[in-house]
C-alpha cells in the first residue's frame, strides 16, 4: 500500500484542529514529513560512521566527537535544503542551529536521567520516549526560529 501525502494531510489534519483549534498548512505538515526522514537518516549515519570508526580502532570519544561534526553539518544542510529552502542564507542560521543542537541534546540528557534514575524506566523505553517528546520542539524549533520564512527580504 502506498501512502499519498494528500491522503495522509486530510487524515491528520482534521485531529490536528482538533487538538490545536486551527489548521495545518499542507507546507507545515510536509515539512515535518521529511524533518522526520532526514533525521532518520541522521541516526542511521550516527550510527554507522560511529561503529565503522570503533572497529578501525579509534576511541570512543574521537569516534563520537568526529561522528558528531559530521552529523551537524550534514544534518544542516539536508534541513536547510531539502526541509525548509528559506530562500535565504544567514550566518545565524548555522548558529542557531548549532544552539538547537545543543538544547536538544541538554534537555534529551536530562529528560533520560530523569526517567532511567527517577522513574526506573528501561534506557532503550527512555530513550524512544525523550525522541517522541523532543523531536516536535526540535521541529518547531527548526522551523520558527532556524530556518524561519522572512517576510521582507532586502536585497
Known amino acids: 500500500m502506498k501512502i499519498n501525502p494528500d491522503n495522509a494531510y486530510k487524515l491528520i489534519n482534521p485531529v490536528f484542529m482538533k487538538v490545536f483549534r486551527r489548521s495545518l498548512s499542507e507546507k507545515t505538515f510536509r515539512q515535518f514529513i521529511k524533518n ?40 544542516f544542510i539536508l534541513q536547510k535544503n531539502f526541509t525548509y529552502k528559506p530562500g535565504h542564507f544567514s550566518v545565524m542560521q548555522p548558529l542557531l542551529f548549532l544552539v538547537n543542537v545543543i538544547v536538544y541534546g541538554l534537555l534529551d540528557t536530562l529528560m533520560l536521567l530523569y526517567l532511567i534514575n527517577k522513574l526506573h524506566i528501561t534506557p532503550l523505553i527512555s530513550k524512544i520516549v525523550s525522541i517522541a517528546c523532543l523531536s516536535p520542539l526540535s521541529f518547531l524549533s527548526q522551523k520558527f526560529i532556524v530556518f524561519r520564512e522572512r517576510k521582507n527580504v532586502r536585497t
Not at 570508526?53 to 544534518?75: A, E, P
Open 36 to 75: 522526520y526522514f532526514v533525521g532518520g537518516f541522521g541516526v542511521l549515519l550516527n550510527y554507522t560512521m560511529f561503529n565503522t570508526m570503533i572497529y578501525c580502532g579509534l576511541s570512543i570519544k574521537v569516534s563520537n566527537m568526529i561522528t558528531y561534526s559530521v552529523l551537524f553539518i550534514v544534518i
